[in-house]
């Protein structure tokens, strides 16, 4: 058997080289009879690629970059790839990771783009995909013209109010985060709140979010405490709350709970986010829409692997149903 006839048959569908069936599987079988395990090294210095994906993140979503760690790794694994894992604390550290990665020479780059009150990376982003390195965002959409994957936020806002109206609430809160208005660095909840104010507008009641000035002490659980003691000192509280995120609903909802409000009986409430959902043992099982990790893994390491062309759908928001808990019911009559 010639050495050229070996690599043809262990590169799989990799090469172009015509070889009848019953050659291949002799090659194989005899290849797993000796435990043969191909060099990768080898094999990328061949058909020129690392073997190696990176995954940018901000330490602050490390309640998200934790999950899609381990759905990045298995996808990965099943192809032969290894993850080297960049988190970033500043906009500086998030670009000497890319540039790391670059002379790491990755064959693609999955992040969740960093952003802080000095800005963003997106003219790095856009320059390392010019180059030809495939760079695909989850989560958070910084830069249109890449490949994006992540959450329709704005149904979510609008089937976690939906379901309230259709339990007969009509007084119905918005917990959110103060940069709510910012379609860039308040992204999911801006398009949260869109989805909640368009039902509650096509519902006639009048949409209310309510707010806690940033205080970066505190946790999003501590915020979502902190609105809640608010609307409790104000007497004016309604009889549901959609949450922007997961945090400020279970935050809220100890505060409640606190002052002898009883979830769902008196308030019900709806998490929309993607960051935390705490055991029954701690909080009531809160209704809310699971984040697709798995999906969303895989999804943006093909596209990696497989950049979409030019005018191919480049964005992509696998479905995030909803799951019932013990925090949504009618309001009193």
């Not at 002052?259 to 986010?273: F, M, N, R, T």
């Not at 699971?290 to 191919?312: H, M, N, R, W, Y």
Request: charged share 20%; aromatic share 8%.
């Amino acid at each position: 058997m010639s050495k050229g006839a070996v690599w043809a048959a262990l590169s799989g569908n990799n090469t172009s080289v015509r070889m009848a069936p019953t050659t291949r599987e002799r090659i194989l079988k005899a290849a797993r009879k000796l435990k043969y395990t191909p060099n990768l090294m080898a094999k990328g210095i061949n058909v020129r690629k690392s073997f190696l994906l990176g995954f940018c993140f901000s330490e602050y979503n490390w309640h998200v970059a934790s999950q899609l760690i381990r759905h990045i790794q298995d996808c990965c694994i099943s192809r032969e790839y290894s993850l080297v894992v960049y988190p970033a604390g500043k906009l500086q550290e998030e670009r000497d990771n890319l540039g790391l990665g670059v002379r790491r020479q990755l064959d693609g780059i999955i992040t969740i783009p960093f952003l802080s009150a000095e800005g963003h990376n997106a003219v790095t982003y856009a320059n390392l995909a010019r180059d030809f390195l495939p760079v695909t965002q989850v989560i958070f959409p910084l830069c249109p013209g890449l490949p994006f994957v992540g959450r329709d936020y704005r149904r979510i806002g609008y089937e976690a109010t939906a379901l309230l109206l259709r339990q007969g609430h009509r007084r119905i809160g918005f917990l959110t985060h103060p940069n709510y208005r910012d379609s860039v660095h308040g992204s999911g909840s801006y398009l949260c709140h869109q989805g909640y104010a368009d039902a509650m507008t096509e519902a006639g009641g009048e949409p209310e979010a309510h707010v806690h000035e940033i205080n970066t002490v505190l946790s999003t659980t501590d915020h979502g405490y902190a609105i809640a003691a608010r609307l409790l000192d104000e007497g004016d509280l309604p009889t549901a709350l959609v949450a922007s995120s997961n945090g400020l609903a279970y935050g809220a909802m100890a505060r409640l709970r606190e002052a002898g409000i009883c979830i769902p009986a008196d308030v019900s409430v709806v998490g929309c986010g993607d960051d935390i959902a705490l055991p029954s043992c701690l909080a009531p099982a809160l209704t809310h829409f699971p984040v697709a990790f798995a999906e969303i893994a895989k999804t943006s390491v093909d596209l990696c692997l497989q950049p979409p062309e030019d005018g191919q759908q480049a964005t992509f928001c696998p479905e995030s149903s909803l799951l019932p808990g013990e925090t949504v019911a009618p309001p009193r009559k």
